[in-house]
């Protein structure tokens, strides 16, 4: 049985990250040498000015431009999703309101999840969180855990049933399980150009609300609860 028994109970989370510079042009020097190192590892065959661009999901050549965070609280029965989220031009500014936040909220019982969380957003928050010292907060408290000791549920963990090869993306699950795409305003390899070029952080933090409200979506559909009927914006 999938561990939605209690949804109320579950912090759903997204995260959308950029590259630290608009252009590869604008790194220092030595940042620009790691980077080439780091894209020769990856085998990226293109030109650094142009595999810049992804340097957004590597959390030492990236930073966290918005945190979405929704729960479900039910209102004679009815599934209300709020959402919160955490957007500032300065990540540690950004960071440091979440990790108090988190601190405030993630009582006992309660739990984050993301969809790929284990891999990539949990971790990403980490590691952004160090490099800006600013203490963890304690649910964010990971480092070397076992996986099954990670206390946090990772949607795309759960629909592999224990397939190590297969990847599935949380736009494809919510159109395979009849959800509104989350992916209707922006794909995630336009945050960057989003943010630098356009300077649409608000489209970006309105992006990000439509990843959590697909996850808490699927978290209803997989736990047999009825389907959410309101959407309230914390500001």
């Not at 579950?10 to 590259?19: G, K, N, Q, R, Y």
């Not at 070397?144 to 494809?172: A, C, I, Q, R």
């Not at 992006?207 to 959407?231: N, R, T």
Request: aromatic share 12%.
């Amino acid at each position: 049985m999938l561990p939605f028994s209690e949804p109320e109970k579950l912090f759903f989370l997204d995260i959308e990250t950029v590259p630290q510079c608009a252009e590869f042009s604008q790194l220092s020097e030595t940042w620009q040498k790691l980077w080439i190192h780091k894209a020769s590892t990856l085998k990226l065959e293109d030109p650094p000015e142009v595999s810049y661009q992804r340097a957004g999901i590597y959390a030492e050549f990236g930073r966290i431009v918005c945190v979405s965070i929704g729960r479900i609280q039910f209102q004679n029965k009815a599934p209300i999703l709020k959402i919160r989220s955490f957007y500032d031009q300065e990540e540690s500014s950004l960071l440091r309101k979440l990790s108090q936040w988190l601190n405030r909220n993630m009582a006992s019982g309660n739990k984050l999840c993301a969809h790929n969380g284990k891999e990539f957003d949990f971790p990403w928050i980490a590691r952004r969180m160090l490099i800006n010292r600013i203490p963890l907060p304690n649910c964010l408290q990971l480092a070397g855990k076992k996986p099954w000791e990670v206390p946090h549920l990772d949607t795309l963990e759960m629909w592999k049933f224990g397939d190590y090869k297969h990847y599935t993306s949380l736009n494809l699950l919510a159109e395979t399980f009849g959800i509104q795409s989350p992916k209707s305003t922006m794909a995630g390899n336009m945050v960057a150009e989003n943010y630098w070029q356009k300077n649409a952080l608000h489209e970006i933090v309105k992006y990000c609300s439509e990843d959590v409200k697909a996850l808490a979506e699927l978290a209803l559909i997989w736990s047999g609860k009825p389907a959410i009927q309101d959407v309230e914006i914390i500001a």
